[in-house]
């Protein structure tokens, strides 16, 4: 295993890291600002579109996608230490160079599953930046960390797909450029396997029957920058026959298939996030005195700084590990490894955070730091993609299987 940087993902660090200095960490402020004067808080600042202008220019743009024919043909490995940038300032880089969640996984879900219309109506929209996206799996009813639990009714009467059901923490779905969903509803609820009984349809936004119904809060937060996470009706929703993506029955495996890559992506930027708490510790260490000396120089500061310093470091090279793994034996190969760092990852994010919030004291949970927020969006990411009590499970029992 070879982690050194190659020469084009250099060039893109370098690249990326001056957008970062130069556009994206001030524009943190001006979107605030901004954002406190439009007419709805979901509309776009202005800002951010100036940001994508910038970022598409730069050819920092899709950066996600390793295929050549729709982003810039990264692998895991190359994209890894991109992503960990972008983390830094996760309500604004990872949306201005087009590698956002939810966009990412549906714009991963149709260009691998998706026909030649459902690409040109839904994928190049998306590729371009023109339109936002979500993707509507979880409900409120069910357990839906395991996905054959989901109740929504896809029921096909004629050329039509009827949709009925309400979902929840559907990322994106308060943004007004949201513009299509991927539903996924059980087209064969009796069938035997269970795994075989869910299915994907495209929903546009504007389909008669679809109520966005309220934005859930996360932790106090709208998350008004990634569109916010709504309760959303279905309500007799009807769209064609074509707009099943793939299979009838092929849900589950879509499911899959879209959340290995979300889990490292999120990983990724979560050490991004770590690193700007550090870099905020440090600072705040260096400038606040109490006790009559530096936060510098008490113990338990030095403390938490060293022990955040080796945390990362430690997760950086697992994470690291996992995409060169999936880059070399593919995302079933390294199984294991996803699991561990969707365990590891957010669980030490959140404590790293946690102490940068307590060494800013009253600070460190205002808003005039971005800490808060980002122990909010790190927390979340010990429930997103399956919690990590799903994944532990799992990761035993593979491990266990050996003695067997």
């Given at each position: 295993?070879d ?7 250099e ?27 439009l007419?709805?808080?979901?509309d ?77 109506q ?5 590729l371009a ?18 996905a ?23 990322s ?33 936004r ?25 309760e ?5 929703v ?18 899959q ?9 999120h ?12 870099e ?61 760092i ?17 060494l ?9 730091f ?35």
């Amino acid at each position: 295993m070879d982690f050194a940087f190659d020469a084009r993902t250099e060039e893109l660090r370098a690249k990326l890291l001056a957008f970062m200095d130069e556009y994206v960490y001030p524009a943190e402020t001006v979107a605030h600002e901004q954002r406190a004067e439009l007419a709805s808080p979901w509309d776009t600042p202005a800002v951010v579109e100036e940001l994508k202008a910038e970022a598409r220019q730069q050819g920092l743009w899709n950066l996600f996608l390793p295929d050549t024919e729709y982003g810039a043909g990264l692998t895991n490995l190359q994209y890894a230490p991109l992503a960990e940038i972008t983390g830094r300032s996760p309500q604004l880089a990872p949306t201005a160079t087009n590698c956002a969640a939810p966009d990412t996984g549906n714009m991963e879900v149709l260009a691998q599953f998706g026909d030649e219309q459902q690409k040109k109506q839904w994928l190049q929209p998306l590729l371009a930046g023109e339109i936002r996206s979500a993707f509507a799996m979880t409900e409120p009813e069910v357990a839906s960390s395991d996905a054959t639990n989901i109740t929504t009714r896809i029921e096909r009467e004629g050329d039509e797909y009827v949709i009925t059901g309400r979902k929840w923490y559907i990322s994106g779905a308060m943004n007004p450029d949201c513009g299509i969903f991927i539903v996924m509803g059980k087209t064969d609820p009796d069938g035997a396997d269970i795994r075989r009984q869910q299915s994907m349809v495209l929903v546009p936004r504007d389909t008669p029957g679809v109520e966005i119904r309220r934005a859930m809060q996360v932790y106090g937060y709208e998350d008004h920058s990634h569109g916010g996470h709504a309760e959303v009706v279905f309500d007799q929703v009807r769209v064609p026959v074509s707009n099943l993506i793939g299979e009838e029955g092929g849900g589950f495996a879509i499911a899959q298939a879209r959340l290995g890559p979300g889990r490292i992506h999120h990983c990724m930027r979560l050490i991004g996030m770590a690193e700007r708490a550090i870099e905020l510790m440090c600072r705040r260490a260096v400038s606040r005195t109490a006790f009559g000396k530096p936060l510098a120089q008490q113990g338990v500061v030095q403390n938490w700084i060293a022990d955040a310093r080796v945390a990362v470091e430690q997760l950086r090279l697992l994470v690291l590990k996992t995409a060169w793994m999936m880059d070399t034996v593919g995302n079933r190969g390294a199984h294991t490894e996803i699991q561990a760092i969707k365990i590891a990852t957010p669980r030490t994010v959140v404590d790293i955070l946690d102490k940068a919030v307590q060494l800013h004291g009253a600070g460190g949970v205002s808003q005039d730091f971005p800490l808060a927020e980002l122990w909010a969006s790190a927390r979340t990411l010990m429930l997103a993609d399956g919690p990590d009590e799903v994944h532990q499970r799992s990761l035993a029992r593979r491990e266990i299987k050996q003695y067997l």
